[in-house]
């Protein structure tokens, strides 16, 4: 398995280029091309100003959450990175089923590829939230070093879940349609659309501490939103937590490998 995960490394350039193919071909017939990878998450934000300005103002402790659509934008641009990423891995060993069926070909290089391109949409959402924290006056320069720190411990854990959903579609296609799904409830049980404090009286906050995704959105939320130091604990648990998961589903990816050429 370490000699395989070795020679991922030595595919850099394989999974560089054909980052660079899927990124180009997203925006191909496209007027505006890569620019959508900076307007849709500035309407997006814009939307959700209006929204939450206008047609549902926040009240009682989610009024303490100002500018809301801000706090929503936060997290929402991390989830948009991991949850798209899950989806699609989903189905990336049958779209790619002739690259698959090459005898020399590394199939773990889809998985990251998948990862990969839905990284660089997500660093180009990133100066639209930056523009935002500063027109709004957030202090999030004291802690910003942490940010790249947070970037790879979810890119680790995003990793670590596509290889094993890619692996694992290739012989359950209902994949796909559950993860959907789950992802709507995981969506909801991330605090994302509302601050953690309002679950801390709840019986199901054990759920939230559980939760991966909840200790990486409130570290992204503290250093850009509130602009203070996040759990250092928790998120050092969390990076131990991704490399580990990161190697047992690299090893389950291993393991079945042999397998897609005949069942993709």
């Not at 948009?80 to 069926?101: K, Y």
């Not at 005898?103 to 180009?124: D, M, S």
């Not at 990133?126 to 070093?145: E, G, N, T």
Request: glycine share 2%; aromatic share 16%; charged share 10%.
């Amino acid at each position: 398995m370490f000699e395989n995960l070795k020679n991922a490394y030595n595919y850099r350039a394989l999974i560089q280029s054909l980052v660079v193919r899927e990124l180009k071909a997203r925006y191909r017939g496209s007027v505006l091309g890569f620019f959508w990878s900076f307007l849709n998450p500035l309407l997006l934000l814009l939307v959700y100003t209006v929204v939450f300005t206008f047609f549902l103002p926040q009240r009682g402790a989610m009024d303490e959450i100002q500018p809301y659509a801000l706090f929503l934008f936060t997290g929402l641009l991390p989830w948009t990175w991991f949850s798209t990423s899950l989806l699609e891995s989903a189905s990336v060993m049958s779209v790619n089923a002739n690259l698959i069926q090459k005898i020399l070909f590394p199939a773990e290089v889809l998985p990251f590829v998948n990862v990969f391109t839905n990284l660089c949409h997500f660093v180009l959402g990133l100066p639209i939230l930056f523009a935002f924290l500063i027109i709004f006056s957030k202090p999030f320069l004291p802690y910003l070093f942490l940010f790249p720190l947070i970037m790879l411990i979810q890119m680790i854990f995003t990793l670590a879940l596509t290889l094993l959903i890619s692996s694992l579609s290739v012989h359950f296609r209902d994949i796909r349609d559950i993860l959907a799904n789950l992802l709507t409830l995981w969506f909801f049980t991330t605090p994302i659309i509302y601050p953690i404090q309002i679950m801390d009286n709840s019986k199901l906050r054990f759920l939230f501490d559980l939760n991966p995704m909840t200790h990486i959105v409130l570290a992204y939320q503290d250093v850009l939103y509130h602009g203070r130091l996040p759990s250092m604990l928790k998120l050092s648990c969390m990076a131990l937590f991704s490399i580990i998961a990161f190697l047992i589903c690299y090893a389950i990816f291993d393991r079945l490998r042999d397998t897609f050429a005949e069942e993709v």
